[in-house]
Structure formats: structure tokens, C-alpha cells
């Protein structure tokens, strides 16, 4: 970690710069040479020291002048179309005016080449490039003390250096920048971090530092730029180290402010700005208007001329123009990487036309702070957020709450910030801080289906602009018209199919911790009462188990003569050949379904497949009670281990299952679907198995051997995105697998619907050790070597009894006696399953937990953190000792009963206080506070803007967006949305007399681990 301090002392830089440049073209050659003095005072530096906790400090100091001079050369050659040849060559020598040395960390000669082939790979521009960079020994100086107080500079040096490497770029340039230049005389180049040494030869150098990541040379190259004279602005620096600029005072506020309001008109005008005020053209210019306050706080719509602060106001335009439709659904658009103002917003053009087609009013709102106020005012049937954090930020919480007191939907798409075929091979999907604000962080408010929606593609300006994927917005669109439709549906009307996941043959239906068939039987009782057509519904449970095994059943690859009797009485769905191969076409691509022909062979197959009367079917089972209809989940692979197909077959599924989910598309329609316990296995189905088309893999007709599975942003090469299609998802899942729920809410688009846990009890084995556990204390208690060897073979022959020798691996040889710690290891295990806890019953849905349950499972959870925690703090503090706490019998005796009559206590009324928190953990109340203050996480705060600097060149600190020169990208944290909340008025004031840069205390491992003990037992004892 690395703390940054800053220096109101500081004298503003003043320079003169004098250069002269020359530059040669003809044909395929280029050649430009540069020549500079550059003379500095108060040039402001930073300097390195470690402070006591090994954390390096950067402070800024004034050198009070310093010159630089020197020469560039570049040279570049375009051999080929495609080919170009590049050099370049930096002489720069810097020095402080004030000691004769060279600057720190200068590089008097640096050089580079490069060979750069632009091409494509299956239409996909990239670019591959062979690069070197060379360079002389870095400079450095010392000051040292001799012993009679005579202080000497000394100048050392680093070893010189070359770099070799292969880069594969995918070029990225800011495209709503570019596409607003309407100036001739201005052209707009984007520099890869490889050739930051070339920045000598631009105008004008514009960088965007939010989350920039750049090395150390490659910082000293844009410095070294700068330096020279040239106008650099590293916009929105994150790390303060990246804040370079080398514009005035008045040229910065200027560039910030056309920067900071975005859209259309503000990049033109910056672009004329550059041409006039910085590059200092007089000749053919534009003059530049001031900055026009980015738009914010309205409605949009296609014509980007056009915005309103008033719904009603917005809806009479939608009338003036025929786009409204009287009854027609009301759709809220929040949010986005791309400012609908900006230029490149073909991805929103797409989406507002693709919903008003479907008969819906479209409301695209750009808002911050009143986000909130907006779409109350809508009142919206549904809500689409591009989301990039909490849906309403510093009221987070009040648009939960509203959200679900209206139960609206809220759909949040994907843009990715890749192209299309670059994300379809991507493993993950989405990674890193863009997962954590565009799916987690929505995730906290509700939202549903993370359905990749938006790449970005480059035009024909070689410019990556957002658009949306035909296909996917297609069927996006609708998945939001059914979700309206299904609200609006009476209940008798909806159709909804069911899935539920059993074993082969007489094995029963199966869900973690939940009675199966009697809580798929309660919930079909339910749907029934609110008025869902269930007909021939049994009228018992017994009933219905009987209908789910005989109709309802799944069949072994080996039980032929049971599938005969299932075709005969099962009632199953038979769908033909030509029947299931039109659906899939509708449904997968065609490389898709070439994996499984290639797999299973054409279709029906040979697993659940049936001919007769010259016609091929697949064997689909299906229980359907009206509007309801229930199917097993078949079989997501074939062979003998029914765990690892469930879990994650390798290979793609079989025709019968894609069968089972295409019928419930296509012949039952249904509304929508949904998975029955958990788990079943269509969140682990595979993706395509070839890297989806773009490389084939395929070996003389053989799958490869490469298991794709997106974890998120899954595409129409995703089993689970193309087997739900745009049915509604809704998944019955226990609130005790988070880790597995979030899979089937990301790769299925699941709405989660949770079940309670099992009810916890102890195994109340205790009774079965008594014997034993009186042998053990009289083996402790006994002396004299005679008496002990018969004390230990009384409890070795209870053990043998028990078969507990078997357990530990003990012999069995009755006349051996146990040795002590043998006996250790016995009355360990005897304590260790004598205070086991187990799971009273399995939940059944609808039935509530007697009070007797609910008791003894919070007993359950609440003892154990409350014992272990006060153990730990007793060990810490010396009170106990690791030998005594590894006896089950001394912590059991100690900690664990004394924790149970606690939580009972409390269960019973015992008033929870810090006073009382603080005599269970053995501390004061000072320690429970500091506790807090040690595990609080730190607060993270953007770093204090300086773009207000005085005159001269300077380095600042700025925010904005970022700039990636390895793939596309979205430019950052785009200005229209907030980066942070609204602040409570109570934290102003603690803002404005704590100093920000002080870095916080560092705390011990011990400290860490008390403070950890002391506030788990506070949070155990309040959740109680």
C-alpha cells in the first residue's frame, strides 16, 4: 500500500519551453525529428520514504529549476497494407539547476521498435504486434552525511535495459469523442500503452485514469512528455500517481468542463477548443463555445434534441409523435455505460424501438439523484436497468422497498464492454469490478435475468460503438412482454410447468432439506385455492406420490422393460422426430445441435425413443392437471454416474432432455417454468463444447475435449440461456445453499424462491456414552500401574462393544490395553457425537416449525460461536492452554454447556445489553468498542481533485473514466452516473477536521483475533 501526501507548501511551476520540429513524408515513409529546451522552476517532484510499519509515503517537493533537453526521432515504415515498421529514438537530459546532477529516475537515452500487423481473424479486427523497447541506466541521487556533518550528493544508477514481447491489441478509441469531431484539420488517434514514447509527436495527449494501469516507465513516459512541453491531461485519475497534466490553469478548467458534461456538443467543442487554445492554430478554426451542462434529471427519447422533466410532459411528445398506446405496458430504462446524448447510443435507439414494437411505452430516464422520484412518477409495470451498482444510489434502500411494495420486475441486461466474438469465448462471461457492479450489487436490490444484451462492435471508422445483438434483443424483449403479459393474465389462464428433479427406476423425488413430494403436493393445493386451473389433482398426498411415480417416472439407460410398461400406462408426451428437430432450429444454433448429433446421434436417439408406424418419437414424461403441468427432470447425460451428470456433464445433453424443456416451449407454451427443490442440473448443463464456432476443434468428427461453462453473461450458446428461452424462471431453492442458489439465478435466470431449513437438534446420543464416559473418569481418577491397566481395559472392552475401534482405527485385541492418549482419541469422539447436531426433519412447505423446533435449532446455531468465541479469547488471554482445549470434554464441560444454558436464558427473556456482551467475553466496554473500530472496513474515497492548480505546468489529481489500450472498453465510470450517494449531513463535519491522508493504525494478528472473537459473540448474542 502506498500513501500519497499532499503539500500546501508547493510553488506552482513556471517553464519556458523552446522546440523545434521537422517532419518528412513520401509514400509509405515517415520521419519526424523534435528538438527541445525546456527550462523549469519550482518543478515539482516526488520523493519515496518507508515508513515505520514498511508502507512506502510519497511526498511532493519544489527543485527549485531544473532543464531539460533533448532530441526525438521517429521513423515509421508501412511496408505492407497491413504491415507497418516503427522506431524511435529519446535523448533527454535533466537536471537540477540547483546541485549540477541529473534529475532522479531520468533516462538520458531510450529507444524502440515495433512491427505491427493490422488484420483479422473470421472478420474480428486485432492487431499482433512484436515490440522492443531499450534504455540507458536510470539516474538516482543520494544525499549522504559524513561523520563530520559534511553532506554529499551522490549519483548512482540502475542497470540498463531492453524488453522484448508479442502484443495481441484489440485497438480501442473513445468512440463518442470521435464520432462528435466534425473538424477537418483535427484527427483523433488511439496510443496503446506500447508506444507512450511517440506521445512527443501530438498536439494534444488526453488520457482517462480511472483504474488506469499503467507501469512505472510507462508513468515516466507520459511525464517525460509533459515535461517536454507537451499538453498532456490524464482526465479522472484514480491513483494520484497517474494525475499528470500539462495544461494551464485556465486551459484545464476549460477541457474538465467540456470532459466532465460529455455528450455530442461538448466533444465538438473541445475538439475546436484543442485546435485554437492549445495547439494555438489561427488559421482555419472554429471558434469554441463554452461547456453546456450535460444533460441529467429527464426523460429521452430517439431524437436526442429532445428531453422533459415531466412525465406527463414526455407523454403528450409520445402522443404528438403516435408512439404511445393507450393500455400499453409502461417500461422504466435507467442507467448505462453510454450517455444517451453522446452520440453512440444505438444500443438504446435499439431496445426503445424493440419494446415500443411489442406494443409497450417506453420511458428512458438519465437521472442520479432523482432516479427514484422518476420512475415513482411513471409508475412503471416493469423496470430495465444497465446497472453499474445499487439501482438508487443514497436511497438504495427506500427502492427496494418500493420495488417490492409495487412488485415490479426489475430486469437488469448486459453490456459488455467486449466485442461479440471476443465474449463468447470468454470462460467467465464477466469478471472482476464489472460482475461486482453490474450483477452483485443489483443483486442486493431484487434484480432479475443478467441477460447478455449489449457488445461493442467497430464501425467502419475502426470505432467500437455499443450495439445490441439482434438475437438477444429479440428475445429480451420478449421476456419483458411476457412477464407484463403474465401479470396481467388471470390466474385460471396461466400455464406453468414444473420441474423436479428424481432419481432413476423407485427412487422417490429428492431436495436438499425438503420433504419433496407432500411440499410439491401443499404447493399445487395453494395454486389451486388462488384460483390456477389444477384439474385431477388426487385428493391425498399418498394419491399424488402414486401419480408421480407411475407417470412421472425417469428411466435407467437399461430398464427396457420398465419403459415398456411407461409407454403403456405412463401417459407420456410422444414428440415426433421432424416435430422436435423444427423446435430446434427455432431454439438453438445450428453448431448447438450438431454437438449433439455428433454426440448421441441423430435424433430420437436410443434413450427414450420409440418407433412406430414408420415414425421416429421421443418419449417425453409429463403429469399435466390442467394449466399445470409436472415433469421429471430426465437425465443430463448418459452412463453411471448420476452425481457428476447432474453436477456438470462434459458433454451436451441428450435429445430426451432438450426434449423435455423445447416441449414446454413450444407444444404446452407455458407462461413459465419452474425448478422444483433444489438442485437439479440445467444450471450446470455446458456451453457449446467448441468454442462456440469460432475455432474448430473438431478432430475427424470427435468432440474436442474442452468444457466451456460461463458462470455469468451467458449467450444462445449457453445450454441453460437456449433450454428456458424466454419462459419465465422461477426456482424453489433452500435459503441454506447461497453458493449454488446464485449459479442457478445467474445461468438459468432464476427468480429464487426460498425454503427454510431443516430444524436442528442434537442427536441425543449422549445416554449411549454414559458407561463409557464413567469408565474414561475413573481411568483419569486412577493411580498405580496394576489399577490403570484395568481401568483401561474396562473401557476397552465398552469400546469394542460400541465399535468405536473401528471409527478410530483401534486394534481389537481385548487382553491389550488401551494406552492413554488411545483413550484421548476415544473420549474425544465419544464427546464430538454426543453434542452433534441433526437435522430434526426435513421441511415440508406450508407447515410451520413448532415452537420446540424453532428452540432447539437456534440453541443449535447460536452455542457453538458463542463457545468457541469465549475459548479463543480465554487462550488468548493465557487463561487456558491448547492442550486443554483440544479435550472435547474439558471444552464441552467449560464452554459448550454453559454457552446453551445462555442462549436458553435468553430465549427466555434475559435482556441482551453491552453489559452483558462484555462479562461473557471477559472485557471492558472500551474493548468492545475498539473491536468494531479494528474490523470496520476501511472507508475507500476518491482522491482530492487538484485541477484547480495555479498557474504553470502541474500535476493533479482528477476523477473520470478510464482508458484501456488492450480491449475495448466503456472509457470507465462514465460522468452521468453517480459515483456516490447523498452524503448524511453528519459526516460533512467529521470530513472537514480528520484529516484524510493519514493512513489508518495497523493492529496485530492477537488484536485481530480478539476483536474478531469479541464482536462474534456480540453478533451472535443479538441475533438470538
Not at 462484555?918 to 472485557?923: E, K, M
Request: glycine share 6%; hydrophobic share 40%; proline share 4%.
Amino acid at each position: 500500500m502506498c500513501w500519497v501526501y499532499g503539500n500546501a507548501d508547493l510553488n506552482a511551476e513556471k517553464g519556458l519551453h523552446t522546440s523545434l520540429s521537422a517532419e518528412y513524408t513520401k509514400g509509405a515513409l515517415n520521419v519526424s525529428v523534435s528538438g527541445y529546451n525546456n527550462k523549469i522552476s519550482n518543478k515539482i517532484t516526488q520523493y519515496e520514504i518507508i515508513n515505520s510499519i514498511g508502507s512506502a509515503e510519497l511526498y511532493y517537493k519544489n527543485v527549485s529549476s531544473a532543464t531539460l533537453q533533448g532530441l526525438d526521432v521517429n521513423a515509421q515504415y508501412c511496408l505492407l497494407r497491413e504491415l507497418t515498421l516503427k522506431g524511435s529514438y529519446s535523448f533527454c537530459d535533466a537536471v537540477d539547476n540547483s546541485t549540477g546532477l541529473q534529475l532522479e529516475s531520468n533516462v538520458k537515452h531510450s529507444g524502440r521498435v515495433a512491427a505491427t500487423w493490422n488484420g483479422s481473424i473470421r472478420k474480428s479486427p486485432f492487431s499482433l504486434q512484436l515490440a522492443g523497447r531499450l534504455n540507458s541506466p536510470k539516474l538516482y541521487q543520494e544525499i549522504v552525511t559524513a561523520a563530520n556533518g559534511a553532506e554529499e550528493a551522490i549519483l548512482s544508477e540502475s542497470k540498463p535495459f531492453s524488453i522484448w514481447k508479442a502484443v495481441l491489441v484489440k485497438p480501442f478509441q473513445i468512440a463518442s469523442i470521435v464520432k462528435a469531431n466534425n473538424d477537418d484539420f483535427v484527427r483523433y488517434e488511439a496510443v496503446s500503452a506500447e508506444d507512450l514514447g511517440r506521445l512527443s509527436r501530438y498536439d494534444f495527449v488526453l488520457g482517462f485514469g480511472m483504474g488506469m494501469r499503467i507501469t512505472a516507465e510507462q508513468r515516466t513516459m507520459i511525464q517525460v512528455a509533459a515535461d517536454k512541453g507537451v499538453p498532456v491531461y490524464i482526465h479522472a485519475a484514480t491513483n494520484p500517481a497517474n494525475a499528470i497534466c500539462g495544461l494551464y490553469s485556465v486551459q484545464l478548467k476549460q477541457v474538465r468542463d467540456y470532459l466532465d458534461n460529455g455528450n455530442k456538443r461538448n466533444y465538438q467543442n473541445l475538439t475546436h477548443y484543442v485546435r485554437q487554445h492549445i495547439d494555438n492554430k489561427r488559421f482555419f478554426v472554429t471558434a469554441a463555445d463554452t461547456a453546456v451542462k450535460t444533460v441529467s434529471d429527464v426523460i429521452y427519447h430517439l431524437d436526442e434534441n429532445v428531453w422533459f422533466e415531466d412525465v406527463n410532459a414526455y407523454e403528450e411528445y409520445l402522443r404528438s409523435q403516435s408512439y404511445y398506446v393507450e393500455g400499453g405496458a409502461r417500461i422504466a430504462i435507467v442507467g448505462g455505460f453510454n450517455d444517451p446524448f453522446s452520440g453512440n447510443r444505438e444500443n438504446i435507439d435499439s431496445l426503445i424501438v424493440g419494446l415500443q414494437g411489442a406494443g409497450m411505452n417506453v420511458y428512458p430516464v438519465i437521472a442520479a439523484m432523482k432516479r427514484l422520484e422518476f420512475l415513482k412518477a411513471i409508475r412503471p409495470d416493469a423496470v430495465i436497468y444497465f446497472a453499474h451498482g445499487r439501482l438508487s444510489m443514497g436511497q438504495a434502500d427506500a427502492a427496494v422497498e418500493w420495488i417490492k411494495a409495487s412488485n415490479i420486475p426489475l430486469f437488469t441486461p448486459l453490456s459488455l464492454l467486449v466485442s461479440q466474438s471476443q465474449w463468447e469465448v470468454d470462460k467467465m462471461g464477466m469478471s472482476g469490478g464489472f460482475l461486482s457492479q453490474s450483477i452483485v450489487m443489483p443483486e442486493l436490490d431484487g434484480a432479475i435475468y443478467p441477460y447478455s444484451l449489449n457488445v461493442q462492435e467497430l464501425d467502419d471508422e475502426d470505432l467500437f460503438l455499443f450495439k445490441a445483438i439482434p438475437s438477444r434483443l429479440k428475445s429480451f424483449v420478449r421476456i419483458v412482454d411476457n412477464f407484463i403479459a403474465l401479470k396481467r393474465k388471470s390466474n385460471a389462464d396461466k400455464r406453468l410447468a414444473i420441474y423436479y428433479f428424481k432419481g432413476a427406476g423407485q427412487s422417490t423425488l429428492a431436495a436438499q432439506g425438503l420433504e419433496t413430494v407432500p411440499a410439491l403436493y401443499n404447493f399445487l393445493k395453494h395454486l389451486r385455492a388462488e384460483g390456477y386451473n389444477v384439474a385431477d389433482l388426487p385428493d391425498d398426498v399418498k394419491g399424488f406420490e402414486h401419480l408421480l411415480m407411475s407417470q412421472g417416472a425417469v428411466m435407467s439407460t437399461y430398464a427396457e422393460g420398465a419403459f415398456d410398461e411407461f409407454l403403456k400406462n405412463g401417459r407420456p408426451a410422444l414428440i415426433e422426430k421432424s416435430e422436435y428437430e423444427a423446435w430446434a432450429r427455432q431454439s438453438l444454433e445450428t453448431s448447438l445441435y450438431e454437438d449433439v448429433v455428433n454426440a448421441y446421434g441423430e435424433a430420437p436417439g436410443k434413450y427414450m425413443a420409440v418407433h412406430r408406424d414408420d415414425k421416429s418419437y421421443i418419449v417425453a414424461a409429463r403429469i399435466q392437471l390442467g394449466n399445470i403441468v409436472l415433469l421429471p427432470q430426465p437425465m443430463a447425460g448418459l452412463g453411471s454416474d448420476a452425481f457428476a451428470i447432474v453436477h456438470g456433464a462434459k458433454a451436451p445433453p441428450p435429445h430426451t432432455y432438450i426434449a423435455a424443456y423445447l416441449w414446454a416451449q413450444h407444444a404446452f407454451r407455458a407462461d413459465a417454468v419452474m425448478h422444483f427443490g433444489t438442485h437439479g442440473s440445467l444450471e450446470f448443463t455446458p456451453q457449446k463444447q467448441v468454442a462456440l464456432g469460432n475455432f474448430d476443434l473438431r478432430q475427424k468428427g470427435k468432440i474436442a475435449e474442452l468444457a466451456l461453462q460461463k458462470q455469468v453473461a451467458l449467450g444462445n450458446f449457453d445450454w441453460p440461456d437456449r433450454l428456458v428461452g424466454s419462459m419465465l424462471h422461477f426456482y424453489y431453492y433452500t435459503i441454506g445453499n447461497i453458493g449454488e442458489s446464485m449459479m442457478a439465478k445467474r445461468r438459468s435466470y432464476a427468480t429464487i424462491v426460498s425454503y427454510l431449513t431443516p430444524a436442528f437438534m442434537e442427536t441425543e446420543t449422549r445416554a449411549q456414552f454414559k458407561t463409557l464416559q464413567e469408565k474414561i473418569r475413573h481411568f483419569h481418577k486412577t493411580e498405580g500401574e496394576q489399577a490403570q491397566t484395568a481401568a483401561s481395559l474396562d473401557v476397552k472392552r465398552i469400546a469394542l462393544e460400541m465399535g468405536l475401534h473401528r471409527d478410530l482405527r483401534l486394534d481389537s485385541l481385548p487382553a491389550t490395553p488401551y494406552s492413554a492418549s488411545e483413550i484421548e482419541r476415544i473420549e474425544n469422539f465419544a464427546e464430538e457425537i454426543a453434542n452433534e447436531k441433526m437435522n430434526g426433519h426435513l421441511y415440508t412447505s406450508s407447515v410451520p416449525y413448532g415452537l420446540e423446533k424453532i428452540r432447539s435449532t437456534v440453541v443449535a446455531m447460536s452455542a457453538d460461536p458463542v463457545a468457541y468465541s469465549i475459548a479463543k479469547l480465554e487462550r488468548l488471554s493465557g487463561k487456558v492452554d491448547e492442550a486443554q482445549l483440544k479435550s472435547k470434554t474439558f471444552f464441552t464441560q467449560k464452554y459448550l454447556e454453559p454457552a446453551k444454558t445462555l442462549v436458553n436464558k435468553i430465549l427466555d427473556g434475559m435482556n441482551v445489553s453491552d453489559e452483558l456482551i462484555c462479562s461473557l467475553a471477559g472485557v471492558r466496554q472500551d474493548d468492545l468498542s475498539e473491536s468494531k473500530k479494528i474490523l470496520a472496513p476501511p472507508r475507500r474515497t476518491m482522491p482530492a481533485s487538484n485541477d484547480n492548480a495555479s498557474n504553470g505546468n502541474a500535476s493533479s489529481s482528477m476523477s473520470g473514466a478510464e482508458k484501456s489500450a488492450s480491449k475495448p472498453s466503456s472509457g470507465g465510470h462514465p460522468s452521468w452516473i453517480p459515483k456516490i450517494g447523498q452524503r448524511p449531513e453528519e459526516t460533512k463535519k467529521d470530513a472537514e477536521t480528520k484529516p484524510t491522508s493519514v493512513p489508518p493504525p495497523a493492529y496485530t494478528t492477537e488484536q485481530k483475533a480478539k476483536a474478531r472473537a469479541i464482536v462474534e459473540i456480540e453478533r451472535t448474542v443479538r441475533n438470538i
